[in-house]
């Protein structure tokens, strides 16, 4: 089956670690989207990736980095710069081009303790 | 200019009643208005979508309203069930090549019953 794979589902950082959430889509879809989820904020981009080893920064990429050096895995890396990175993090993809919306990953949520 | 509104933030239906939930946006430029359901611990999906040159889609319960004048769409669940007790995002393309989507900051439906 096709689709987007968040990994791990849940995790646990420390604070100052970095921590890196891995998203693999096998959908042979260009673009690809990682976006912030907060109780009552909706979705906020952080990245997003239209070809590979190109990016460009969303609404709130401070603390955050990528990279695109192959087309299906865009991993995010949740630096300690990022002064609340609790949250879930959701990882999408979309063939340019198309009509269609995004296709989801399930969703990584990230705790500091 | 980039946000999408969306109201109202929590939504409690009885079963069979007709569930509405409202965006409006400012950007003219926008050509894509998705939306989205999602279940607690998982990704969003889509759930219908429709560009401006039309008024009203429909699919099956789900229905968007649109009116470009106003630059307002909603969604209506029509024979809502408990199964549709989810949050629901509307969103908006901003029309460049990079299809990003501007999210509104969602709504919980209940459906009771």
């Known amino acids: 089956d096709g689709g987007i794979t968040q990994s791990p589902k849940y995790l646990f950082r420390k604070e100052g670690q970095n921590v890196t959430l891995s998203c693999e889509q096998n959908?042979?879809?260009?673009?690809m989207y990682w976006y912030r989820q907060d109780p009552g904020q909706g979705l906020r981009l952080i990245y997003y990736s239209q070809i590979v080893n190109d990016f460009q920064k969303g609404d709130i990429a401070e603390g955050y980095s990528v990279s695109r050096e192959k087309k299906e895995s865009f991993p995010l890396t949740v630096t300690s710069a990022q002064k609340n990175p609790t949250a879930f993090y959701l990882c999408?993809?979309?063939?340019?081009?198309?009509?269609?919306?995004?296709?989801f990953g399930s969703g990584t949520r990230l705790t500091v303790v | 200019q980039q946000q999408v509104k969306q109201s109202p933030q929590s939504l409690i239906v009885q079963k069979g009643g007709i569930s509405i939930i409202n965006c409006a946006y400012e950007?003219?430029?926008?050509?894509?208005f998705p939306w989205y359901q999602q279940f607690p611990g998982k990704g969003p999906a889509l759930l219908i979508a429709i560009r401006p040159d039309v008024s009203e889609k429909k699919e099956g319960r789900f229905t968007i309203s649109f009116n470009k004048s106003a630059k307002q769409f909603s969604l209506h669940i029509m024979d809502s069930q408990p199964g549709d007790s989810a949050t629901y995002f509307c969103a908006a393309s901003i029309g460049d090549s990079s299809y990003k989507l501007i999210f509104g900051s969602g709504t919980r439906l209940l459906v009771r019953p």
């Open positions: 959908l042979n879809h260009d673009a």
């Open positions: 999408a993809s979309k063939l340019l081009g198309q009509g269609d919306g995004y296709t």
């Open positions: 950007n003219t430029a926008f050509d894509y």
